[in-house]
């Protein structure tokens, strides 16, 4: 990958305060860090949507433009014209008080404005903001700095969903159709460990001045059991063992709704794994490969998580307590940026932390997705971006291979309802002690 | 209704310990109340399934009677031959490790047994229940007698079930069949009130001999912040304020779920309201009546009551805060056994507890259902009953007007899907202190 | 079977002219058939919908008795006041001119009326018509006549369809409740010959006095090409050769969406066929039982009569050379006063006519069910009987053995979507000569 | 339109042969013609599936070059290698005995082939199909010019429904792009006449030796009752009329089947067709535009033609009632090479022949599509091309505006199921005489 774009978004902040020109930078690197990602595409792969819960890539590229259109040129000039006023309606994604909004199943259905047409919308939204970030006047930008800086944290969200969604489309096709090479990578063979954490009260939740989203607050105390956790992710080796000792069998390691989907569904594996001739293989980003047992599992649901973990003795880790373990830990591991797009085998043992706690593979907790005590939302569409999921999904913790390193850190939750299996999900293990 | 009947289920143990005669005096009362709540219905209100989630009354009898042959009569005699070999597999309800069962969406389809032979089934399952008790050896006893009292507690939540489960059956007939007349009741008008609760450790959960199903433990420590808990019930006039202020056309007052699920089904009001000429009325079990606007609300899902208490500058408690409030109050309230089938106003000014915490309905709380640190089912099937339903629910607590209050604690916790309606589920208000 | 019930309605026409009497007479022995199918249920038999198409017992019951009070005692006396207002809801099926009306698939959740009330709606129906059969005013009489008629005929076709819905009930419990016992009946082994039948202008439909559908007429010319009839229907045992030959697997056998019907559902063979240890039973309204060979294949959809007709290189005729072919045929055969419930073999060799024509099994024809040249709907509600439903229907021919011998004709045309199987329908082959 | 491509595939037969060099110019303007029609799209446009009955234009061009490798290049060289073995698995449509395919709806997720390497494969196929017509030895001609001939007309079928797939697609984009900008038309004001036709036997059907379907034969004779014709079609001014009669309210007008798809799809008048300030529009191929009264009405259903002719006192014509009115009319209307992708009002006053009985739009008839007397469908996979679709459907006549003039004839029957509208369908009123 070309190495410039490999420095990507940083924190703009300097003390706590937000910096112009830093942001401006920052824009310009995720931005086409966005438009590096969509390079190995035709046209035709930016335009369909292969499920409801998926978008085209089209349209993740005229979203993540919208995002600035409407929450930062908008507000920052009263006097603002939509630059294409149809795009309010066609790429507001989910904000009901930003407007009316073209329902989400049709997005596949939009065949204009073309790919080009969508890149000189980028450019045109570029240039303002670029405009906006360099002349703006101090209050103007006192007001728009932290909505630019959520809207790029917004964007490399985007970026993972573009390749978690294509990876999806390309599935569907018979063709088995190649995003990108990847170098091969050996890993070590680690053996699972477990690290100890005593009861007590433990404090977790961001706070400070460094950039979060609204639901990682506030900070706040939990009390804990004394627990253990897996000193690495749990690998596929370790999960082709589960399925060859009948785990999709025994209603006994299922929760109920698990169960029941999983049959409705039919698994029998992961998302994306095949077995040809008796040898597992798995579709990936650069094609059908057979599987290395010590790759994390990944594709996996927090149903078959869970059953996992049942069957394994163990149970998934506590978002708390994950974030208790990972609270010191460096932000390290297989980012997006280091063009593998596929979690790989631990890359060197682990100086006393547990390994693999950021990239490779976003972790299922056992906590579904509720608000922290003393949550509150901010006013107006920005604070329908978190709060208003908080029913039906389980927290993720820790970021994967298709998340950017600047992009996560240990308060960092994502969400996704427990059947959700395109993401790239795994499973690291956690006791009672 | 019979004053003997009103004596029904008490805690058969003395000092922790199960005495066969006691549990046998229950046996009795527990199962001829089951009978008792049927008196009103003719033979066609037994048979049909209204909906997926809820069971012919038929069916709820012979179940009953289905889990103490399979899991007490079996268990204490290995010789046990099934008195009727199919009922094994027509009236299992979910216990995949007891055996295949009959697909619950088709429970309304079976016809035969008819009731008279449920009845009769009922008869010889008492018989040979009543024989064990009376006669069963030492060592039998030890194994069962916890087992009987599960399948008391079992019953009396069928007993629950069959009430909303014919409400429901009903409310589909536009002849709108009358169960049973209620006594008129005059409440009390409470203002809404705040009580206080300081920060700390607190421990919630269930510890001890008396009984509890193994989801109240273990007994454990949580964190909780300062918390005010509101001194009763809300209300149907406070509802139809929410309503009248358009609370179900503004999508920042629901989670995103529920403002799906509400749209999709055109909620506009409570389930079993119907406004009349510009006046509200709801259909109750006896009969169509205006609505009384110190009545509790009730029939409400999780999201309803949730967005309320976003109108209302509120939220919903914590099942913690909820228990730790409950902790010290005398199990109080509007119970079955009062023949009134219907949530009724305060009685009385509580005399320093928040008022109607037990009875009258469900309290919606924002806990998501899931396991307390520590828990472990029970092995074998009987570990089905609770533990596998952990994932897409919320809690309630409290009880109904439906519950029998023997059947309820402050450490019980119930639990529904959030879009469920049809339970007599309401509303108690919480706040940060 | 009671012999005074045997006698069931005939025509009650002299000259053409209707007399009432005589009708009164008909009324009498139709209804009274009526309540005699209903003898062996159990009153949870009568309440169940097993399928939207299906309806509970009980809804015949009121529906016929709706129909005589809403078109004839309404249509006799304008001051008529319904018996019971809301029945008018309850029980109208699909006259929209005729006001609003419950939904369909809502019928099972009806409760209430209970049996008996139904029982004694029909008694005040009867009570009614009686006195106006009796004691009518010429003119009235006059205009009411050929609708009680209609109203008889009626009855007669919901007499069809409680034995059909309720086998298809039956049918769906594990216990396989049987609905009445048969006389064991020993048929004939008959060749299947052809009969052949020139080309020409044949006339068909009905014309003159006596009792038809609308749908019947008008009696209109059509041009046959040469054709040959089979001279008995399919049997089970070369329908069972069929399947041998893999007529489930191949596609080139099928009509495109039968092809897809059959695959979605999952037919592997007529419905209520089932193979125990390589034998084929089937459930019947008698019980599960071992299928003759040479009983008539039934419960086939028109899909798999069409894929049987091609394999076996013949076709299903057309309604119109059925009708040529049956015309002067006397209308004998297996019916509902026999007390078989069930298509039997050939009681006798044919004297010069195709065996069958009449009763044991409704026949599949090729003709879509379209309006005969020059058909006008009756106008008002009656006019909705059969005309709205020319489309997306097969014609079927003959009657079955679930029909009153009184109730059929050479020129009735039965219809049912080409997916339906769970009348007793069955097959005749045709060719082109 | 480039006048060369207008003039498009003629007959290829002289005194009934079919000649290599004339097939061979005749398959050159079919196949050019196809992507003349293409010209006007973005890469976007071609790949999107707008619902399952339609597909993207990619698969259209895909598709009608597989039929030429599949049963032309294959059949002419046993040795022929697929030149893309998995196109044999993604562009087979339904032909089950070729082999498997790929699920038609799941047609829009194929993001590659691109359509660069599809316009690739066209090329290729059309190098194999040229030097097979020019060096084919006498034998292998003798047998694949039929099919050759038949793949073209094919392909112009795909022709028409590339059009209307289109359309259908571009319609959802609330952009409302433009395919095509049409030559203003002005055309006359008829009447609407009624021409008679007596009584009698008529013979209907190809036969001889100039091209047809399988199913427009054998030739045959059908009794028609004296019926009169409508002198044009039905123009969107009558149409009007209809709505504004409240047609879409009056249950007496309808099928019942109709009644319920009208209900279930909220039908309030035809497909594309919106009232904006009072005044109706419709989306077209050229945008959105003020309808013009007197053009024909189009994108009706069955149910709709339906519904109207029983409004208008009138019925739709049999499709034997058609076809003996336009047997000896001259072929002559507004086809697709003319460019207007629209139906337009008539251009001249008819010479005695009802008017637009051919091209503008395909006028539904009464008749169900069912097989004419002594059909039988070719052997192998090319007899699934008509055969298997006779169920379900209504037969069309006439062409639309988006058929190719060289496609048409008198004994074409088209087909569709009752409730399509996305086909240029329109009406044609009948009486009886």
Chains 1, 2, 3, 4 share one sequence.
Not at 281 to 292: A, C, E, K, N
């Amino acid at each position: 990958m070309n190495s410039q774009l490999k420095v990507e978004a940083r924190d703009a902040r300097t003390n706590g305060r937000l910096d112009p020109a830093m942001l401006l930078l920052q824009y310009e690197r995720v931005r086409r860090f966005t438009e590096f990602l969509c390079r190995p595409l035709a046209i035709e792969d930016y335009v369909v949507q292969p499920m409801t819960d998926a978008s085209p890539t089209k349209w993740h590229l005229a979203h993540t433009s919208w995002f600035f259109e409407r929450f930062v040129l908008n507000a920052a000039d009263p006097h603002h014209e939509p630059l294409h006023p149809q795009y309010y309606f066609l790429f507001n994604s989910y904000y009901q008080l930003a407007g009316k909004m073209h329902p989400r199943p049709q997005r596949g259905m939009i065949t204009r404005p073309t790919v080009a047409e969508v890149h000189e919308y980028r450019r045109e939204v570029d240039d303002l903001m670029t405009r906006l970030l360099q002349n703006g006047s101090g209050r103007t930008l006192h007001e728009i700095l932290p909505i630019v800086e959520l809207g790029l944290h917004h964007e490399q969200q985007h970026q993972e969903l573009i390749l978690t969604d294509l990876k999806y489309l390309l599935s569907l096709n018979p063709l088995r159709p190649v995003y990108g090479e990847r170098k091969p990578v050996t890993g070590h063979e680690l053996p699972l460990l477990w690290h100890s954490f005593g009861e007590g009260i433990y404090a977790i939740g961001h706070e400070g001045e460094s950039f979060a989203y609204d639901n990682e607050g506030p900070r706040h105390r939990v009390f804990l059991n004394p627990f253990k956790i897996g000193s690495r992710l749990v690998n596929c080796g370790e999960y082709m063992k589960f399925i060859a000792d009948g785990g999709y069998e025994r209603s006994d390691l299922w929760l109920s709704d698990g169960w029941i989907a999983m049959r409705e569904a039919d698994w029998r594996c992961p998302l994306y794994w095949e077995r040809i001739d008796g040898h597992w293989q798995r579709f990936t980003l650069d094609g059908v490969r057979p599987i290395d047992p010590l790759d994390p599992v990944t594709h996996v649901s927090f149903y078959e998580a869970d059953a996992f973990a049942r069957w394994s003795g163990a149970r998934l880790p506590l978002e708390s307590e994950w974030e208790v373990v990972a609270a010191s830990a460096p932000v390290e591991g297989n980012f997006v940026e280091d063009g593998h797009y596929h979690p790989i085998p631990p890359m060197k043992p682990p100086n006393g932390f547990p390994a693999q706690l950021f990239g490779d593979v976003w972790e299922w907790t056992s906590s579904p997705y509720t608000p922290y005590p003393g949550f509150h939302p901010a006013s107006g569409p920005i604070g329908e971006y978190n709060g208003k999921f908080m029913c039906n999904q389980m927290v993720l913790r820790g970021g994967s291979c298709a998340t950017s390193r600047s992009h996560i850190r240990a308060t960092y939750r994502n969400f996704f309802p427990p059947t959700a299996r395109w993401q790239f999900s795994g499973i690291r293990l956690a006791q009672d002690a």
